[in-house]
Every structure is written in structure tokens, then in C-alpha cells.
């Protein structure tokens, strides 16, 4: 058994034999936290010690790079890239924390037509040789910028919030993608769900979305307050270990490398006062 | 007074009323609407006797909003001659109308009659306003009768189907004839199918999505987007759905849309569904629920 890991592990290190998987984060409607998800789900498969890059491909309006801290240690960006300015290798910049944690900036001074969808693809290509996971930020809309971003990728995460605007902006990506035959398996991720509102009717809960875009689930995250104060310190929530979203977060890491892990039940999480009570309540059972 | 409906108006039913000043009460609540001015108005007026003082008041405060009395129904002798004292036209609706029997409907007058009930219950019932012209930029909405009370729309299957079963029967022979285009998977948002036949579709059409059928449409799931049958002019070709909760329902040239009551936009899956058709029935789109038919 451990010769069986050994031999992973030298066969990964050679490169050539490796071939990581290519993920797009899409979903169509912007807002919805397509990056933040991509930089969680990207810090958290590195923590699981997976080599991970992180593309991002909103040319023109980045947000990656500041959601990991990294803005300052962009030299080049994918544009360079293309265009010959760099190596693809000299491009990546490494996370402050992590190694296993790579990013390609998207170039803030162009547009989406910077990039052509054969670039794309051949820079993931180029990158499944060194990479566990590359996980494509896509910008929000489905013209080029959506193009670009999908052609190279074979699996494909749909991030959604549940409010009717985001679920049909989904449905209408999930058609697309559905059309297009690189794309071989799309999963579903709820974001910014608040049980308390779902509870009182005032949100459509996740298994109406579930229903409605009849695709299968991947994570549900929780709205948290956390991620505003993660965004602007550039320290993805992922590395908070107290925070449920952090969690939710990590979850999907773990699913997406092919663990079964239960969903986490929001509900019961939500209150601080709850647990503490369950505690007494436990303490005094226990006495009598 | 022919038909159901007034052009560009409304009709107010006062037939309950006492008094004058009731008349006068209900009424300047219906005027008070915005959607009140510049109309056609027909009041029912039932047995309730008006002088021609008490009419005047009643014009004069129908003239106040720009709109005007396209006529009368009353039983009342007193209520008629003062009505054509100052001139205003006098239709017996609601005077002549037989008590509701569904056996009368063999009959083609007692079917126009009874026709003339139900889309009177539908105007009193629930508003008082009723969009009628399908032309109308504001297209009349979709009379769902499977949401209202289990009678009506008995009423309305029954009284319908006497008159039309031939054609409907033909139609139905001519569409087995077309070809049917048959898919299986959901249609998302932003998709659009079109055949020179039928559709039939094994899942959901989820709104934003849209059916373009020369034939008839078949929705084995909910219908959420925009269908349209009989899309070279065919009134009689069909929409059927496992659920009916179109956006838009559009056959041959007619439209309806779905009523702005009806805020679900999206309808939850149950294990009991209770299979709908949209079909014309005179110059609307009628729903009928398929079970009962």
C-alpha cells in the first residue's frame, strides 16, 4: 500500500505522466461569487496538499489576485503569455502561504478579446502536465470572455444564489454547457444561502433550486459576513477554521477529490447560543 | 350586446344594490381606478328602480372620469323608462339569463347565454375589468379555470365541448398526420425549439426557453417558458403540459399571458399532477385540466 503511494507520488513528480483536471467556475450572472468560490475551493484542494492553479480570465476586470493577497507579486499576466512576452512558467505566481497554490492573473489594461479560445485551451493542456487541478475563473455573461474561459476545461462548477435572476442566469450556462461536448460533467454550487430567511419562505431553499435546474449538487455555502473581511484582507475563509463557510468551503474541496462527505446542516449550526445550550442541557443529563 | 364583453369597457355589477346612493357608492369605488377612465360602462342594474334625477346623478358621475354608460341591463320598469328619457340604450343581459343547467347547453342560445354567465361570474367574481380584444398590445391573460372553483369549470368544459368536438376531432386527426419532433431533456432558459410538427418533450421547459410547434405542443414536465402551437395560424392545434405555467401561451394568432396574480415562476414538482391543455375556445386561450375531460 504505501509502495503504491510512493509510486504515485514519483510518478506525479516526473510531469509528464500527470494530467490534472480542468474546472470552470461560471454562473452566467455576476455577484453571485464566482471568484470568491474559486479562490476557496483553490486554497482549500492545496491545503489537501493537491497542486492547484487558479486561471483568471476576466480580462480587464480582474478580482482573483486581490481575494488571495497576491495582487502585488503580478509580473506577468496570462496576456504575456500569449503573446510571447513570458514563459507560461514565469507567469504563475505562487500563494504567500501555500506552494501548492499557484495563480495566472488575468491582465487588468485589456479586454476579453486579448485571449482567443485556442490560447486557452492550449495553456491548460500545458498546464495538466504539472498540475492536479486547474481551476478557470470565468467572467460573468456568456459571450467571449464565457467562451474563452470553457473551452479549455472538462468539468465545470455552476454557482448560483438562491434568487430567481441567478437560477436563471444558471439554467441559461447549464444549457450552454450542456452544449458543448468538452465539458464532460457540471456540478451545482449554492451560494450565500441564509436558512433563517429559507425558513420564513422568504428564500427559495436549495432543494427548490436543486429541483428547478435538476443538476447535482456540489457544495452549499452560507452567507457569512466573514467573507467581506476575507475578501478586503485578501485571505481566502477557507483558512478561517471557525468559520461555517470556511467549512462548506473545504467540503467542496473534499467532494470535488471524490470524498463523500455529508452537507452540512446550516440550520443547527447557525446559533452560538443553541450549542452552548445543547451543552448544559447535555451537562445536566449526564448528572442526573 | 352580444358577446360577453364590451369593447374598450367594463361591465359593473349592481344588480345587489338597494338604493341609489349604493349605485352611486359602488360605483365611484370601480371609478376610482386608474384603469376606470376613458371606458365603455355597463351597469347591471337588477331590479333596483332609479328616477331620472338619480340616473342623471349616476351619468354625471360616470362622465366625471371621461368615461361613459355604453348601456343598461335592468328589470326594473321604472329604471327603463327613465333610462330612455335621457337616452341611454337598455340591453336585457342578466335579465334573460336561465338558471344554469348544464343539460341546456345542446341548445346554441342557451350556450352563448350561459357562455355570457361564466364570463360575467369571471368579471364580477375576481375584478372588474376584463382585457377581451387579443389584438391588444396588453394581451388578454390566460383564463385558467383549473385555479378558480371546481364548478366553473365544468361549466365551461361542458358548454364548450358540444359545439367544437367535430373540429377539434378533425384538427386532431389532421396533427397525427404531421411529423413529431420528440426530445428528452430539460430545456433551459435561452433555448429555442421549433418544428414544422408536433413537439413532444420528456421533461421541464424551464422559463426563459421557448417551443415553436406547426402542430401541437406536448410537455411531459412543467411548462415554465413561452410555447407556441400552430405557429402558421392553426387556432386549433393544443398545449398540453403535466403543468401549465407558461409565461406566455400563443396559438395560430392569439395570445394570452399568464395572469399577474399568478407570481410562481417556478412551480414545485409533486408526485400528483394533474395534466393541463391550453386549446381556443372563441378567441381565447382556455385551460382545462385533461383528468376531468
Not at chain 1, 97 to 124: F, G, M, S, W, Y
Not at chain 1, 155 to 182: C, F, H, N, Q, Y
Not at chain 2, 135 to 161: W, Y
Not at chain 2, 184 to 209: F, K, L, M, W, Y
Request: hydrophobic share 40%; with cysteine.
Amino acid at each position: 500500500m504505501t509502495a503504491l503511494v510512493e509510486a504515485e507520488k514519483t510518478v506525479s513528480k516526473k510531469g509528464d505522466i500527470m494530467s490534472g483536471r480542468v474546472i470552470v467556475i461560471t454562473s452566467g450572472k455576476g455577484g453571485v461569487g464566482k471568484t470568491t468560490t474559486n479562490a476557496n475551493i483553490g486554497t482549500a484542494l492545496a491545503r489537501a496538499g493537491k497542486k492547484v492553479v487558479m486561471i483568471d480570465t476576466d480580462l480587464g476586470l480582474r478580482n482573483l489576485d486581490l481575494l488571495l493577497g497576491l495582487e502585488n507579486r503580478i509580473v506577468y499576466t496570462i496576456v504575456d503569455v500569449v503573446e510571447e512576452r513570458c514563459k507560461l512558467k514565469q507567469a504563475l505566481v505562487k500563494d504567500k502561504k501555500n506552494p501548492n497554490l499557484c495563480l495566472l492573473a488575468a491582465a487588468q489594461t485589456r479586454d476579453k478579446t486579448a485571449v482567443t479560445e485556442e490560447q486557452l485551451k492550449e495553456i491548460c493542456e500545458e498546464l495538466k502536465k504539472d498540475f492536479d487541478f486547474i481551476l478557470v475563473d470565468c467572467p460573468a455573461g456568456i459571450e467571449q470572455g464565457f467562451q474563452n474561459a470553457v473551452a479549455g476545461a472538462s468539468e465545470a462548477i455552476v454557482v448560483t444564489t438562491p434568487e430567481m435572476s441567478a437560477v436563471r442566469d444558471a439554467d441559461r450556462i447549464i444549457g450552454l454547457l450542456e452544449a458543448k461536448e468538452e465539458i464532460k460533467s457540471y456540478k451545482l454550487l449554492i451560494n450565500r444561502v441564509r436558512p433563517s430567511m429559507i425558513k420564513s419562505n422568504d428564500m427559495m431553499s436549495v432543494e427548490d433550486v436543486v429541483e428547478i435546474l435538476s443538476a447535482s449538487l456540489i457544495g452549499i455555502i452560507p452567507e457569512d459576513t466573514g467573507i467581506i473581511t476575507s475578501t478586503n484582507k485578501g485571505e481566502p475563509i477557507v483558512n478561517d477554521e471557525k468559520s461555517l463557510a470556511g467549512q462548506a468551503y473545504r467540503n467542496v474541496a473534499r467532494r470535488i477529490i471524490g470524498e463523500d462527505v455529508p452537507f452540512l446542516n446550516l440550520e443547527e449550526d447557525t446559533s452560538i447560543m443553541s450549542k452552548v445550550k445543547k451543552f448544559f442541557t447535555g451537562l445536566i443529563g449526564k448528572e442526573k | 350586446m352580444e358577446k360577453g364583453y364590451v369593447e374598450n369597457g367594463f361591465i359593473v355589477d349592481l344588480a345587489h344594490a338597494k338604493k341609489a346612493s349604493e349605485v352611486l357608492y359602488e360605483l365611484s369605488k370601480v371609478l376610482d381606478m386608474p384603469e376606470a377612465k376613458n371606458k365603455s360602462i355597463c351597469l347591471k342594474l337588477g331590479e333596483l328602480n332609479l328616477t331620472e334625477p338619480e340616473l342623471v346623478s349616476i351619468k354625471a358621475l360616470i362622465e366625471t372620469m371621461h368615461s361613459t354608460i355604453e348601456f343598461i341591463s335592468t328589470v326594473s320598469e321604472i329604471t327603463t323608462t327613465s333610462a330612455k328619457e335621457l337616452g341611454i340604450e337598455i340591453s336585457n343581459i342578466g335579465t334573460v339569463l336561465p338558471a344554469l343547467d348544464i343539460t341546456a347547453s345542446e341548445e346554441k342560445n342557451e350556450t352563448v347565454n350561459a357562455e355570457l354567465e361564466t364570463a360575467l361570474d369571471k368579471i364580477f367574481g375576481q375584478s372588474d375589468f376584463e382585457e377581451t380584444d387579443p389584438e391588444e398590445p396588453d394581451h388578454p391573460e390566460i383564463q385558467t379555470n383549473s385555479a378558480e372553483t371546481d364548478n366553473k369549470e365544468v361549466q365551461l368544459v361542458s358548454f364548450e365541448e358540444p359545439e367544437d368536438l367535430e373540429t377539434l376531432r378533425k384538427n386532431d386527426r389532421e396533427t397525427e398526420k404531421l411529423p413529431t419532433l420528440y426530445i428528452h431533456r430539460t430545456i433551459r432558459s435561452g433555448q429555442s425549439i421549433s418544428s414544422e410538427g408536433n413537439i413532444v418533450i420528456i421533461g421541464d421547459v424551464n422559463p426563459g426557453a421557448e417551443i415553436i410547434a406547426k402542430g401541437d405542443i406536448t410537455v411531459w414536465g412543467i411548462l415554465g417558458g413561452i410555447a407556441h402551437a400552430g405557429s402558421d395560424g392553426n387556432t386549433y392545434s393544443k398545449i398540453r403540459a403535466l403543468k401549465l405555467n407558461a409565461i406566455q401561451i400563443r396559438i395560430g394568432n392569439i395570445f394570452a399571458r399568464r395572469p399577474d396574480t399568478v407570481n410562481t415562476p417556478y412551480i414545485h414538482r409533486t408526485d400528483s399532477y394533474v395534466p393541463e391543455e391550453a386549446r381556443v375556445n372563441k378567441n381565447h386561450i382556455m385551460i382545462y385540466k385533461l383528468h376531468e375531460a
